[in-house]
């Protein structure tokens, strides 16, 4: 049963130190901090980080959340890296934005009764919600889930600017602060590739939050939004309690 969810960007800058000695996405930052808190604070036995990666995959054994795929040394950053031990045996190396949610359950003081759960785009709708009911199907489960909307906006975008990418992402957003029947279900059929096309990261990890959520009413809270460095980054909260 899914109790509370914490949707978070997957932006390595969220960790300080990632963008040298400019202190960047602060408001950000400590939004994200403040929501990973709240599913730490609701004293669930089980916290699932939800994430993009490359393939999907659940890693298990002793993970570090380092940023080094990101360009990032671990010297570099504000936040050193804690290693966490996953349910399973092995040494799974994170990618970044599942790193990015260590950091924030770090930072929350949260070191065990984790899972960490990577998600690709070219997983159907079905089964990421598939996925999603049975991460919460073994008794309450609060979930950190990690993604964001266009890297699209503007000259200052990490990729090519596309006009597409604003409307897109006020849409999304407006559904995720809904969290009603109607606004999931248009979650649900948001086109995944229009998704992929304005590289929308948080496509798949929002199509197994709404598996996660069913049908349980949900109360959502916008917490930051921003398109600084022209990438959609937003906070929110779902608490279904």
């Known amino acids: 049963m899914l109790v509370v ?13 990632t963008a040298g000695d400019a202190d960047v996405l602060v408001g950000l930052r400590t939004a994200a901090v403040e929501a990973v808190t709240e599913v730490v604070d609701a004293d669930v036995a089980t916290i699932v980080v939800v994430a993009p990666g490359p393939v999907a995959r659940e890693l298990a054994g002793t993970v570090r959340p380092s940023l080094g795929a990101a360009g990032v040394p671990d010297e570099s950053l504000w936040w050193p890296p804690e290693t966490v031990e996953l349910p399973g045996h092995g040494q799974d190396a994170p990618a970044v934005p599942s790193a990015v949610g260590l950091h924030l359950l770090a930072r929350a003081r949260r070191h065990t009764g984790l899972r960490v759960v990577e998600v690709s785009g070219r997983q159907s709708a079905e ?3 598939d996925l999603g009911r049975a991460l919460v199907g073994d008794g309450p489960t609060g979930l950190v889930v990690v ?3 266009s890297g699209r906006h503007g000259p200052d975008a990490p990729l090519a600017d596309d006009e597409r990418a604003p409307g897109h992402d006020a849409r999304v957003l407006a559904d995720l602060a809904d969290a009603g029947p109607e606004a999931r279900a248009r979650l649900a059929a948001d086109d995944a590739d229009l998704a992929a096309e304005l590289a929308v990261r948080g496509w798949a990890p929002w199509q197994v939050l709404l598996g996660a959520a069913g049908e349980r009413p ?7 939004e921003s398109t600084e460095l022209g990438a959609h980054h937003a906070v929110l909260v779902w608490d279904a309690r």
């Open 127 to 129: 089964a990421l919600a």
């Open 5 to 17: 969810a914490a949707l978070v960007p997957d932006t390595a800058l969220l960790v300080p130190g």
């Open 218 to 224: 949900v109360r959502s809270r916008v917490l930051a």
């Open 147 to 149: 993604g964001s909307g």
